[in-house]
């Protein structure tokens, strides 16, 4: 990776005492328990669509009937990296409450390691601009 590991808190900030770590394409709004808006980041430059800290996977169907499929997500070798570089960070700074955050798809491909984000009360069914995240629970997938 040629980005400095420096450049990780660009794209991480605290919301009620974890260190949240965004790997999706856009900005995610918190809310702390305080009830205070906190915005995390992305790493990815206003008119860009990707950058080297975003975390994708890959869709496999298998074909489990005439029209059905059961679809799983896969993680990749370059998402395994950007991890581990995210990990290396968190432990270099002495952070132990790390979660790092993803889309669905991708905390399904790397069980374990990257978080969904479930939404703060109140927020459950409000359009995407609205939306606001809580850091009281995570979404979590096991193989």
């Not at 790092?100 to 491909?109: H, L, M, N, R, T």
Request: net charge negative; proline share 6%.
């Amino acid at each position: 990776m040629a980005t400095s590991l420096s450049t990780i808190a660009a794209f991480s900030a605290q919301v009620d005492g974890k260190v949240i770590v965004n790997t999706t394409p856009h900005a995610i709004c918190f809310l702390s328990k305080d009830g205070e808006t906190v915005v995390v980041p992305t790493s990815v430059a206003p008119g860009e669509k990707t950058s080297e800290w975003v975390v994708n996977a890959r869709v496999v169907e298998e074909q489990v009937g005439e029209d059905l499929v059961c679809t799983t997500f896969v993680g990749s070798p370059e998402g395994e990296a950007i991890l581990d570089q995210l990990e290396q960070w968190a432990s270099e700074e002495g952070h132990d409450n790390l979660r790092i955050v993803g889309s669905i798809i991708a905390a399904q491909a790397y069980p374990g390691r990257v978080l969904g984000m479930c939404p703060a009360p109140g927020f459950e069914r409000v359009p995407p601009a609205e939306k606001r995240m809580t850091a009281q629970k995570f979404t979590v997938y096991t193989k």
